[in-house]
């Protein structure tokens, strides 16, 4: 059959073509030979694009990244957590240059040499002379400059609308929110996290020009970080530090509702963003915390060793650990309490309270604290604690009373409000989060007793100990002061130091936590102390004085003539400095 229907197709082939079948056959084919016609028309015009393409190749490659000769993308606005602008994108000229086209090199960048000076001659020299089809001369231009060169109407000098990021508050979030680069990337602070949210990939997939984004909120609050900052400012200048950060956390939710680190920088002109003087003290940079860790080892006594406020421990000597002695600057030379131990910031009592616990403990229940692990929050900058490699008895001593490790200041901030806010560690974040949501992700690190005993111990340091300079009447402020040596060539200075104060509010059901470093402050006056209770804590009871309001905290009448939290109570008495 195969064969047979073969030949038939054969000969049906061979017989002649009638006249109505010529006129189907006559129309099939021209349609056919008009397909083939447009199919070489359009091969011809795409392959004259294709020619025009390698040929434009083969006459050089720019000398930017091919990323840089688009417009740079966009950005979301970044607001606190009021809606108040923080970060938002402004459209800007970028001037650019076709070399191919220009007909007078010399006139052309004598004319930008006028309106822009910074312009380096022999690069821009350079630039013009070469026979590439596009070249940047200068990016992001001021409206009055793009305007100036625009009359001078020279021949293949044109401009390019891009992206530049802009902050209204210039300094005072420098660190928090961070920056970008001249290609609207994010390179520090929350701005590189924003990228690393999505950002990047719809950048990279061409879409970040046609998104309309929506702000991204913070918990930070601009009025209070303005505070924060202006008294950071003034205390840096009034006790000639080295530098000086805070940070204020709402200890129910997690939120870090400001952070200030001085020196900063301006994100606007961002010259000097990345000196080493400009680190991020409170998050990228850790410290020997002194006796701010006191806190967690009263905590841990009580809460491991299971002491109370009564126990006694034996500081009538100093400790030899090693060839160094542990000794109190204010020794009372006699057994003190616990809570006499915590008032005075006796070195001795901390180091018999961690003897207590036991180093493997000890070592346990900072970590438990978050005290020895990189934090894990939203800002990229965060340093990795410093600890010894193996923890020894000495280990333990020694950091009972805040040596021998270092911190973060934020972590230490972090740890402190678990420790008050009835033993709930809660993950700090910049982001607005509700308490119901904190709820879920705190995790218990010490019981209520022990909590509501740090309270009690917190608010009587702040009214009668050393704490007491930042206690604003009306607002229950309790404090630890912290006054750290500083390792200098690998020693301890006797007069260089790294001072801290935390403070909480109110003392009763603490909702602010706010800590403050001063590095390297120098005394006032000749023969003036130079602990953290005479500047650190001073500049914390003015941020609060100025910022409580704001936090939403209101003021009640100081009538109390005893300290009271909880169970605990004790009368007015008054106590040493640290």
């Given amino acids: 059959m195969r064969l047979r229907d073969a030949r038939l197709v054969t ?106 000076p910074e312009l380096d001659f022999a690069q821009t020299y350079a630039k013009l002379k070469s026979d590439l089809a596009f070249v940047w001369l200068k990016r992001q231009l001021a409206f009055e400059q793009q305007r100036a060169i625009t009359a001078l109407g020279i021949p293949a000098i044109g401009f390019r609308e891009e992206t530049q990021r802009y902050y209204p508050n210039g300094r005072e979030f420098s660190h928090v929110i961070g920056l970008t680069n001249i290609d609207n990337q994010g390179i520090s602070g929350l701005e590189k996290w924003i990228d690393g949210q999505g950002l990047t990939d719809l950048n990279i997939a061409g879409l970040g020009r046609s998104v309309d984004f929506k702000p991204i909120k913070l918990s930070l609050d601009a009025r209070v970080q303005h505070v924060l900052h202006d008294e950071l400012s003034l205390a840096l200048a009034r006790y000639k530090a080295a530098a000086a950060g805070g940070v204020i956390l709402n200890a129910k939710s997690g939120e870090i509702v400001a952070l200030v680190s001085l020196p900063d920088f301006d994100p606007n002109n961002p010259h000097d963003a990345f000196a080493e003087d400009k680190l991020n003290r409170i998050s990228a940079s850790t410290a020997e915390m002194g006796s701010t860790i006191k806190t967690f080892t009263t905590a841990m006594a009580m809460e491991i060793g299971k002491a109370s406020l009564s126990t006694m421990f034996d500081a009538s000597q100093p400790i030899v650990v090693g060839r160094q002695r542990v000794h109190d600057p204010h020794s009372k030379g006699r057994p003190l309490s616990l809570e006499e131990v915590f008032l005075f910031s ?38 990795h604690p410093v600890q010894p490699r193996r923890w020894s008895q000495a ?151 100025r910022a409580a309001l704001m936090l939403g905290l209101r003021p009640e009448p100081d009538l109390e003539e005893a300290i009271v939290v909880g169970d605990f109570k004790r009368d007015f008495v008054v106590l040493g400095d640290e």
């Fill in 346 to 383: 006796s070195n001795i009592g901390s180091a018999q309270e961690a003897r207590l616990v036991g180093v493997e403990q000890h070592q346990a229940f900072l970590t438990r604290l978050g005290l020895l692990t990189r934090l894990d929050t939203e800002l990229p900058e965060i340093a």
């Fill in 11 to 116: 000969t049906l082939e061979q017989k002649p073509i009638s006249n109505q079948a010529r006129v189907g056959y006559d129309a099939h084919t021209l349609s056919r030979r008009r397909l083939k016609m447009a199919f070489v028309v359009f091969a011809a015009i795409y392959g004259v694009i294709a020619i025009r393409l390698t040929y434009l190749a083969s006459q050089g490659a720019p000398t930017q990244p091919s990323r840089q000769l688009h417009a740079s993308s966009s950005r979301p606005d970044i607001v606190d957590r009021n809606g108040y602008l923080l970060a938002t994108d402004l459209r800007v000229a970028s001037l650019y240059a076709e070399p191919r086209r220009i007909l007078d090199v010399d006139e052309a960048i004598e004319g930008l040499q006028n309106i822009l």
């Fill in 395 to 545: 280990t333990s001593i020694t950091g009972a009373f805040g040596h021998g490790f270092a911190t973060t200041p934020l972590q230490t901030a972090v740890g402190i409000a678990a420790i008050l806010n009835h033993g709930r560690l809660i993950p700090p974040t910049f982001l607005p989060r509700t308490e119901a949501e904190a709820s879920r992700l705190a995790t218990i690190v010490v019981g209520e007793r022990t909590s509501q005993a740090m309270r009690y111990l917190y608010r009587l340091n702040g009214v009668k100990g050393s704490g007491r300079r930042a206690n604003i009447p009306g607002f229950r402020v309790g404090g630890k002061t912290g006054t750290a040596e500083k390792v200098i060539d690998g020693r301890y200075a006797k007069d260089r130091n790294f001072n801290a104060f935390v403070a909480a509010l109110p003392m009763d059901d603490p909702q602010m936590v706010i800590l403050v470093v001063i590095d390297d402050p120098k005394p006032e006056k000749v023969g003036q102390g130079n602990t953290s209770a005479a500047n650190a804590a001073p500049t914390a009871g003015a941020i609060i004085r």
